[in-house]
């Protein structure tokens, strides 16, 4: 598996639209459909994978995927404006739920190709990959 690290800088700007600080808490809970489980992934052609855990998640567990960057899910239209729509992207959460399926559905409206890792970082650990 071919993995394309995202590493730019992010500005501290104010961030204004739909992912807004706290609305990854809210109620709205899309169904994203489009999803990869977990040994789809391991043999998928070059994708961008982008943990995008809830922080208070991420700093209690901060080991990622290989190959995985981590991105605030509440910064998601700030660091979006900076991805390629050309590279697909994977997006997984602690169980693939919400969170991902959430940034998942705003992804795919910004026009990107993007799936979610069925059963999230809980799937891939399952299947015995090694996380660091």
Do not use: H
């Not at 169904?31 to 070059?46: V, W």
């Amino acid at each position: 598996m071919k993995l394309r690290r995202f590493g730019c800088c992010l500005s501290l700007a104010l961030i204004s639209g739909w992912a807004v600080a706290g609305e990854f808490k809210d109620d709205y809970r899309p169904e994203f459909t489009n999803t990869i489980s977990a040994g789809e992934l391991e043999g998928s052609p070059e994708v961008l994978l982008l943990d995008v855990r809830l922080k208070e998640d991420f700093a209690r567990d901060p080991a990622l995927i290989p190959g995985a960057v981590y991105r605030d899910p509440e910064a998601i239209d700030e660091w979006s404006s900076q991805l390629s729509k050309e590279t697909p992207i994977v997006v997984y959460c602690v169980a693939g739920k919400w969170v991902s399926q959430k940034a998942a559905t705003l992804l795919a409206e910004k026009g990107f190709s993007v799936r979610s890792l069925d059963g999230g970082l809980r799937a891939w650990r399952a299947q015995a990959s090694p996380v660091p």
